[in-house]
């Protein structure tokens, strides 16, 4: 079983990787099913992602009778309401699209705001945690950073001296975060390759 | 007549010479004249290097004397001269011998060794080297090969003839015999006659040429048609991976049946083909674990403190429970002075805000590319983004949005999180209710969602009917107006991405960068996004970049359309600086405090 | 009606902010469960989505239609729903082995054509830059490209984390790469200044958002 798994992602990783480098070929015929497949499987496994949640983790929280129990309780509750009004409601409408717009986006929001104030009080105390150069240069790049978002120093116009200076800075981030993405693509590549050759099987869980 | 290059010492050799005049060593493509017993017709001669090399030609004593006859007087001169005062050098080292048949350049590194290590016998010497050595398979065999022999004498130490194998006279004679007889003084070493790299590793040629003779020597005397051990440079050495994994090896091992064989015959050390499956050689593989350094151990610590805070709780600087409730106060106190610092404004509108006067340049591009949209060609804009930044990308898409619907630019909306394609509906029926003439069902179709994140893309990439084919509403999206006409994903004039992860942007560029002629891409990204997109957008893969809250107000500056971006820039910018302030005000209490507590207790100590 | 319903969603929309800023309080019970109703919430309404939007429209439309081929991915679909079971999570391996392997190639594709050559691209454009222009605005061009190349080079060297043993000694990798990677470690400190700014600059944006819609909808109720 475990080979065969293994030759069904190696085979459909192969012909999608050729893909890319042989477009327009015979290759296309046989990827395209394959990402199609492969696109419906991820929208699935999403859906057993949810259903894990709430019927595994949640309700066997009811069932073991977790301190949490009634929190877990109205999880159930509200996931069960919202499929059914789905189902009677079409997805594509306004009414049901205000679950999203009116109470997802509401919460999450006010979250985001709750976390930049914890944020801010955790960065009182960034040179407490890391009382190093490279602690002190990231302590002083946040606040400089900060400042330039704000727009608080657009008087320097008046300064061409300082407008350069803050000109550069600005970019300064830009070597760093390109040296990152660079990192970034060589290590998916890195393991996209030890999944193709079987080094890693992450998919025999 | 053309010059000859010394496959030896690389140096410049005139045609006629057999020998190279530097080091001696036999020149390739040099013809004898004929001898007596030259091979028939047929037959072809090989040259007189390769000839030594596979030892199946012995080399005639008149080589070797040739070029004394050619050169010219001067040199023969010189050459007495020299030849005297190794005539000294060698009777103080006590050293008159001399391989017959090998390169002299070899000869010389012999003589090098130490006098006590070279007058001893090959006998004395096997036996000392399997005294002194862990019994090996390899050592087995050199003493089974000693014991067949009858433990004879090292000059009669050459093992019998295989059958078959013709041997000269002077490979069955003695060594020392063998050497007397060939009657060519050997030269004895001059530093100056060295290369630099051989001069400059000197204790390394004289260990491994005492360890050569100790055993290999006998071995010379019957393969003497062949040639001798070469010394390879420390670099060579160092990157041949048999002695990398096993420096000491022994000797034994190195017969001269198998030196003998391949292109590198001759040279010693070389890698040897056979018989390596005696040995079990132990793989210079690195370790399969992580080797850091207590830097890199320690910041990744840092990082998993970071990201999992309940660790602190239990670590030994754990805050007390005294401490908790300061904390909590503190926490409320930054709090209530960033929502004064958000809500003042409002309050106060006379509280002065500075207006950036220089528009990012990616900003200007995003304007420039909108603008040059061919009047019915759609645009494509496509989501992902959580619901808590929806907030911010509302106001940062607002007047990409509305400058979109005010030329009348088909929409097809999608998104690759589920949520994704509600909200940016919503934010675009936002967008374009104040512009009037554009009707919103007739110029905008929601594709929704399209699960696989970046498998998704690729299959949007290659197919985007077949990827989206229906609206929200469930109906075929390609037969609706907006996008009736559009085939692939180059018939969009352009895509723009609303996300506020980086990711989400290098999936985009990655995907679509490989079609033939891709669509302009650009984006609209929260802040947290920007400094990681902006590389993107530098290297020409984003065409136009509005990120956050100051890129909106720097378009809506630029179209002179006021928004929300604009109203709420007082308290944004007034919050943000209060944010840096706060920050670093913490900074420079935690130094003065935590220097104060250190030299306290400094002083206690 | 209609402006009935929206005033019980701005209302609704309301009270949420409220409770959740009651965070900063503390992790009241009320506010647990407002984040286990929004939970249960996005839940349902993804479910709802990926039934219409995946199950309906691309396996069971294409199979009313006729297509046979539109059986496999119905046979995966259904060998994934499985892993919901402990005892037959393994039937869903192969379906899983399908998404990893189509998953990595399109990370090792990606990765290759467009941000490897991209950004390597991106790094060495002041070349073309500094040629195009004249004078001194070319040179400081070029200085300004050398110095980004170098701050990527560096940056992609600090995470070279192997280190040569060395007997008694700690672990140690190369001089020349802990020089590059010393200047990498100034970069990178910039860079993730600068992302962590982004993050606290988006935080406060939404901040600056609720605060905008708590107080609009104050007036609105006021007046």
Request: charged share 20%; aromatic share 8%; proline share 6%.
């Amino acid at each position: 079983m475990k080979v065969l798994n293994y030759l069904i992602a190696a085979i459909t990783g192969l012909i999608v990787l050729l893909g890319y480098f042989f477009p327009g070929t015979g290759i296309s015929l046989a990827r395209s099913p394959l990402l199609d497949w492969a696109v419906t499987l991820s929208g699935v496994a999403g859906l057993v992602a949810i259903l894990n949640l709430v019927f595994h983790v949640h309700w066997k929280r009811i069932q073991d009778k977790h301190p949490r129990r009634l929190y877990s309780g109205a999880l159930i509750v509200t996931f069960l309401l919202t499929v059914v009004a789905g189902v009677f409601l079409d997805p594509g409408s306004a009414g049901f699209q205000k679950l999203v717009t009116r109470v997802q986006v509401p919460v999450e929001s006010t979250l985001m705001a709750v976390l930049a104030i914890t944020l801010v009080f955790a960065s009182l105390k960034l040179l407490q945690r890391q009382r190093n150069w490279m602690g002190f240069l990231f302590f002083l790049s946040v606040i400089i950073f900060l400042v330039l978002n704000s727009g608080v120093l657009a008087f320097s116009t008046e300064i061409p001296i300082l407008t350069n200076l803050l000109s550069a800075f600005h970019r300064v981030p830009m070597a760093g975060a390109r040296g990152m993405l660079l990192g970034i693509a060589l290590g998916s590549l890195a393991t996209g390759i030890r999944v193709l050759i079987g080094s890693e099987k992450p998919y025999n869980g | 007549m053309a010059d000859i290059r010394c496959l030896i010492c690389n140096r410049m050799n005139d045609a006629s010479s057999p020998r190279c005049w530097y080091c001696r060593s036999p020149l390739p493509g040099y013809k004898e004249p004929p001898a007596p017993d030259e091979p028939g017709e047929g037959e072809i001669p090989e040259p007189e290097p390769l000839a030594e090399i596979s030892g199946r030609v012995e080399p005639t004593e008149e080589s070797g004397e040739s070029w004394e006859g050619e050169a010219p007087e001067w040199l023969a001169r010189i050459r007495m001269l020299k030849e005297q005062d190794e005539q000294k050098t060698r009777e103080t080292s006590g050293l008159d011998t001399e391989d017959s048949g090998l390169p002299e350049w070899i000869i010389n590194l012999r003589a090098a060794e130490p006098p006590v290590m070279a007058e001893k016998t090959a006998e004395e010497a096997l036996l000392e080297d399997s005294d002194a050595k862990a019994t090996t398979p390899a050592d087995t065999y050199a003493d089974s090969r000693f014991e067949e022999t009858g433990g004879r004498a090292s000059g009669e130490f050459t093992g019998e003839p295989v059958e078959g194998e013709t041997t000269s006279p002077a490979a069955n004679e003695p060594f020392e015999t063998a050497e007397l007889r060939d009657g060519q003084p050997a030269h004895p070493i001059f530093e100056d006659d060295l290369p630099e790299w051989l001069s400059a590793d000197a204790g390394m040629v004289e260990t491994h040429s005492s360890q050569k003779d100790q055993t290999a020597r006998p071995f010379i005397s019957k393969e003497e048609n062949k040639l001798a051990d070469g010394v390879l440079p420390a670099w060579l050495k160092a990157i041949r991976p048999l002695d990398a994994v096993s420096p000491a090896t022994p000797d034994a091992l190195y017969s001269p049946g198998e030196e003998g064989e391949g292109i590198l015959a001759g040279i010693s050390g070389t890698l040897r083909s056979q018989r390596l499956e005696d040995r079990e050689v132990k793989m210079p593989s690195r370790p399969h674990e992580l080797v850091v350094t207590p830097m890199q151990q320690k910041n990744a610590e840092l990082l998993y403190r970071l990201s999992n805070p309940d660790i602190e709780e239990t670590s030994p600087v754990a805050i007390t429970k005294k401490s908790r409730p300061q904390r909590k106060t503190l926490k409320i106190f930054a709090a209530v002075i960033l929502f004064l610092a958000v809500l003042l404004p409002y309050g106060f509108r006379s509280l002065p805000v500075i207006i950036p006067v220089l528009f990012p340049k990616e900003v200007v591009d995003t304007l420039g590319v909108i603008e040059g949209i061919p009047a019915g060609k759609p645009v494509l804009i496509a989501a992902q983004f959580e619901g808590g930044l929806a907030g911010e990308l509302t106001l940062s898409s607002e007047p990409v949005f509305q400058h979109l619907v005010s030329h009348g630019v088909p929409l097809a909306l999608m998104s690759t999180n589920a949520s994704g394609y509600a909200i940016l509906e919503e934010q675009l029926r936002r967008a374009s209710a104040g512009v009037s003439g554009y009707l919103f069902s007739e110029r905008v179709v929601n594709l929704g969602y399209l699960p696989g994140g970046t498998i998704g893309l690729i299959s949007l990439v290659g197919d985007i009917r077949a990827a989206l084919p229906y609206s929200t509403a469930l109906e075929p999206a390609w037969e609706t107006t907006p996008i009736a006409g559009a085939r692939t994903l180059a018939d969009f004039a352009a895509i723009l991405l609303l996300t506020d992860n980086p990711e989400i942007v290098r999936a985009w560029v990655e995907q679509t960068g490989r079609i033939e002629k891709p669509p302009i891409l650009l984006g609209v990204v929260s802040a947290q996004a920007a400094p990681l997109a902006q590389p993107y957008y530098d290297s020409g893969q984003v065409q136009g970049l509005v990120a956050g809250s100051s890129g909106a107000l720097a378009y809506q500056m630029i179209r002179q359309v006021p928004g929300k971006a604009s109203t709420t820039f007082a308290s944004y910018q007034f919050a943000l600086f209060i944010a840096a302030l706060l920050i670093f005000l913490g900074g420079v209490v935690s130094l003065v405090t935590t220097t104060g507590a250190a030299a306290h207790k400094k002083g206690r100590g | 009606m209609s402006f009935n319903t929206e005033v019980i969603w701005v209302v609704i929309s309301f009270i949420l902010t409220l409770v959740v800023f009651s965070f900063l309080l503390g992790d009241i019970p009320f506010f647990r469960f407002v984040s286990a109703v929004l939970i249960g919430m996005t839940a349902g309404y993804m479910t709802i989505v990926i039934i219409y939007q995946v199950l309906i429209a691309r396996l069971a439309v294409p199979l009313l239609q006729g297509s046979r081929v539109a059986l496999i991915p119905l046979l995966l679909s259904g060998m994934l729903l499985m892993k919901l079971s402990p005892r037959l999570s393994r039937l869903g391996n192969p379906s899983m082995a399908l998404l990893v392997g189509v998953g990595a190639a399109v990370a090792v594709g990606g990765a290759v054509l467009g941000t490897l050559f991209g950004q390597v691209k991106g790094a060495l454009v002041f070349v073309d830059l500094a040629r195009a222009q004249k004078g001194p605005t070319s040179l400081l061009l070029l200085v300004e490209g050398i110095f980004f190349l170098l701050g990527t080079l560096a940056t992609l060297f600090y995470f070279h984390f192997s280190a040569r043993k060395v007997k008694g000694k700690e672990p140690q990798a190369h001089w020349s790469i802990r020089l590059l990677s010393s200047v990498g470690r100034v970069f990178i400190a910039i860079t993730l200044g600068a992302v962590f700014a982004g993050v606290i600059t988006a935080g406060l944006t939404a901040l600056v958002e609720r605060a905008d819609f708590l107080l609009g909808t104050l007036l609105f109720w006021v007046r």
